[in-house]
């Protein structure tokens, strides 16, 4: 297989020119100006979590879109699926923070992300810190500090935690709410979820699953799903960061 036969693809001229706009705007970070929807989210920070996390999604869509643009003849299929798995969960995540219509239900998912990130700086940084004493009490001081101000929040608001959902789970529940819009299969996103999962872990498993004779299938499903998640986050992001006038 050669580059050419690939390159005048449909889907190729479909969701290139996406891809690079994309990459163009998230360059740039907006500003969620007073009167929209999401101007009480910014205290609570979750328009900037959804922003990041939109950057995520297109910039590995950016990359996978080189890696399509320069594939020939010698597939690397496991880097496919591992740079696709970040769209589907960034643009998720980013579409799982701003879908709710109520804003205090927004900046509760803001705050369950934040505590989920706490507790990640724990578990991957703390170990790393222990022969240092000085930089381990500085760690846990900004760990505690920013505890504090996420109760803080939640209190000012009258929210309680409820929501502590896994990756997979905010995949899936996304995925079901695009479905009914036809934006998406939910079960091919959720296929697709767990296959780049598989190959990120490098998970026997993964390796093992049939692979399809034309290997730019897989490859232009995965960026498919990727553009449906990021595209539907965007008109999302736009519905509520619309200042009326």
Avoid at 176 to 184: G, M, N, Q, S, T
Wanted: with cysteine; net charge negative; proline share 6%.
């Amino acid at each position: 297989m050669d580059s050419e036969q690939y390159m005048d693809d449909s889907i190729f001229d479909a969701y290139a020119p996406m891809i690079r706009e994309w990459d163009e705007r998230t360059k740039v970070p907006p500003d969620v100006l007073p009167g929209c929807q999401l101007s009480r989210d910014v205290e609570a920070q979750t328009p900037e979590l959804a922003w990041t996390a939109l950057v995520a999604s297109v910039d590995n869509l950016a990359a996978l879109l080189k890696l399509y643009e320069h594939e020939s003849q010698e597939f690397h299929e496991m880097a496919t699926f591992v740079i696709a798995r970040a769209p589907i969960l960034a643009a998720s995540t980013a579409y799982w923070l701003l879908s709710p219509t109520k804003y205090q239900r927004r900046i509760s998912r803001g705050l369950s992300l934040l505590e989920s990130n706490l507790t990640n700086i724990e578990a991957f940084q703390a170990p790393l810190l222990k022969d240092n004493d000085q930089t381990s009490m500085q760690l846990e001081h900004e760990i505690n500090r920013e505890r504090t101000r996420i109760a803080e929040q939640r209190k000012k608001f009258g929210l309680v935690p409820k929501e502590k959902p896994t990756d997979t789970w905010i995949v899936g529940d996304v995925s079901r709410i695009l479905e009914k819009d036809d934006r998406c299969s939910h079960m091919q996103v959720l296929g697709l979820w767990r296959l780049c999962s598989g190959h990120a872990h490098a998970m026997r498993w993964a390796a093992k699953m049939p692979k399809p004779a034309n290997p730019y299938t897989a490859m232009n499903d995965l960026m498919g799903v990727g553009v449906a998640l990021t595209h539907a986050t965007f008109e999302l992001w736009d519905q509520r960061t619309h200042v009326p006038s």
